[in-house]
């Protein structure tokens, strides 16, 4: 079984440019995350989705960043325009809804804001 | 909101000894404990994971214990080997499950032959 998906694994861009991200979570799960790992950091999460409704996005700097689930499936992360401090690896997760469920991560979009 | 302290931040054991990483929390109302193993240009894994109405939890050579009256939960990996070495995280979520997991810094652990 096919887990979760993310394109691109690596982005090279320079700053004020946009860049989006892509995420196909493993098939079935309602709940879609966004996080955001720096450097040596722990994930921080931006974004969660329980099929196409954004039910928390009180992390995600709106200013410049925006995000969707259109059809409740695949997602897209967008940054415009991207700035030097935006460099980190956007890890996108699934899990199915309720309280005991596990979230299964992506191997993440490594960004590099030169 | 809740915040998650995980010490140390680097441990380096031999192969076959035990490792240790520690971790606390501040929100008491925090009920569910995963760990997760990430390796090297890869997603985070869970490895193992406790919730409140449980002090300890085993699964072969990993093991995690709860103190919720000290809010510190630990895990311990027995009889070490070469392919346990990677960056461990400790999260604490008040939601029972995913949602709203709090990760601590991690721990990079090294296994030395």
């Known amino acids: 079984e096919a887990g979760v998906v993310q394109s691109p694994r690596y982005k090279i861009i320079e700053k004020k440019q946009p860049v989006a991200f892509w995420c196909n979570p493993i098939?079935?799960?309602?709940?879609l995350y966004w996080y955001l790992q720096n450097l040596g950091q722990g994930p921080e999460l931006l974004i969660r989705?329980?099929?196409?409704?954004?039910?928390?996005d009180s992390q995600l700097p709106k200013d410049r960043f925006s995000a969707e689930r259109l059809k409740g499936v695949d997602s897209t992360l967008k940054i415009q325009p991207a700035e030097l401090g935006d460099s980190a690896v956007y890890l996108c997760?699934?899990?199915?809804?309720?309280?005991?469920?596990?979230?299964?991560f992506g191997q993440g979009t490594r960004l590099t804001v030169v | 909101g809740e915040n998650v302290e995980q010490h140390p931040s680097t441990l380096s054991v031999q192969e076959g000894d035990s490792a240790v990483i520690k971790c606390t929390y501040s929100?008491?109302?925090?009920?569910?404990f995963p760990w997760y193993k990430q390796e090297l240009g890869k997603g985070p894994q869970l490895i193992i994971d406790?919730?409140?109405?449980?002090g300890e939890k085993k699964d072969q050579r990993i093991a995690v214990t709860l103190n919720k009256t000290a809010k510190h939960f630990s895990l311990h990996i027995t009889e070490t080997q070469p392919e346990d070495s990677a960056v461990y995280f400790c999260?604490?979520?008040?939601?029972?499950?995913?949602?709203?997991?709090?990760f601590g810094k991690g721990t990079h652990l090294i296994i030395q032959p």
């Open positions: 989705y329980e099929n196409e409704e954004a039910v928390d």
């Open positions: 406790i919730r409140s109405n449980v």
């Open positions: 098939s079935g799960h309602n709940t």
């Open positions: 929100d008491s109302a925090s009920n569910y």
């Open positions: 999260a604490a979520s008040s939601g029972g499950g995913a949602d709203g997991l709090t």
């Open positions: 997760a699934s899990s199915l809804s309720g309280s005991s469920s596990e979230a299964f």
